[in-house]
């Protein structure tokens, strides 16, 4: 592997990944025997401690969202010994409250009458909705993502059974083309592009609206798969 690296970084996705399992087992092998770990706040105080000997595998702290906020900015993990750790962030956002953001990509999505075209806010039990996504770019990307989950009223309409198509297949169902992989499930609908540019991509699925009542219509979310500052959602 470091015989093949080249500029800092590996050219494909399994060295990538062997890369990483081969430091997650250095890790694992030189892990300190013993010592003790302290989680520190912006502010100076102690949150959490930790002491740990060679039979400690692995150790997990947990911050609740109230002492998250009180902590400030920063958080300092403090040891006399090298320890290697991982640290994720897990949160429940309200979807209604969350506004639109465009980096590079921008999404949009609109629910259409199947006959007319004329874009829906309202709907009645059984009527058939076509969902139409659209992606453009400022720059040009390759290997972009898409996905849009769908408000829990609708469900897609997929006559053949099929979860998924290619845009090379010989399929004329319209859910079949202008990208190049698209998988359909009962509460989203996912696809990729091997290329994005400035020109619009279009993308329809038919939905039926199966339950009554007021929903909140998700947002679409699209991004770069290499190039993570590229993002955006409707």
């Known amino acids: 592997l470091r015989a093949r690296k080249k500029h800092y970084q590996w050219w494909n996705t399994q060295e990538q990944v062997y890369s990483l399992l081969a430091l997650a087992r250095y890790a694992r092998r030189f892990r300190p025997r013993e010592g003790k770990a302290t989680l520190v706040a912006a502010d100076g105080k102690v949150l959490q401690e930790f002491e740990f000997d060679k039979s400690t595998r692995r150790a997990t702290w947990r911050i609740e969202g109230a002492a998250l906020r009180d902590a400030g900015k920063a958080l300092t993990i403090r040891s006399e010994q090298k320890l290697y750790y991982r640290a994720s962030l897990r949160y429940h956002p309200e979807v209604a409250k969350l506004k639109a953001r465009r980096r590079t990509i921008a999404a949009y999505y609109a629910y259409r009458d199947a006959k007319t075209r004329k874009r829906l806010k309202r709907f009645k039990v059984g009527d058939i909705v076509k969902l139409r996504i659209a992606l453009k770019s400022n720059d040009r990307i390759f290997h972009a993502m898409a996905s849009h989950h769908l408000p829990a009223a609708f469900a897609p309409i997929n006559p053949r059974l099929k979860t998924s198509g290619t845009s090379d297949s010989?399929?004329?169902d319209s859910y079949w083309r202008g990208y190049q992989y698209l998988e359909l499930h009962k509460d989203r609908v996912d696809?990729?592009?091997?290329?994005?540019?400035?020109?619009?991509?279009?993308?329809?699925?038919?939905?039926?609206?199966?339950?009554?009542?007021?929903?909140?219509?998700?947002?679409?979310?699209?991004?770069?798969?290499?190039?993570p500052r590229a993002r955006s959602r409707s």
Not at 208 to 217: A, E, H, N, S
């Open 170 to 172: 010989d399929d004329d």
């Open 191 to 227: 696809y990729t592009l091997e290329e994005l540019d400035s020109d619009l991509r279009l993308q329809e699925i038919k939905v039926r609206v199966t339950t009554p009542g007021r929903f909140t219509i998700p947002a679409t979310l699209a991004e770069a798969m290499y190039n």
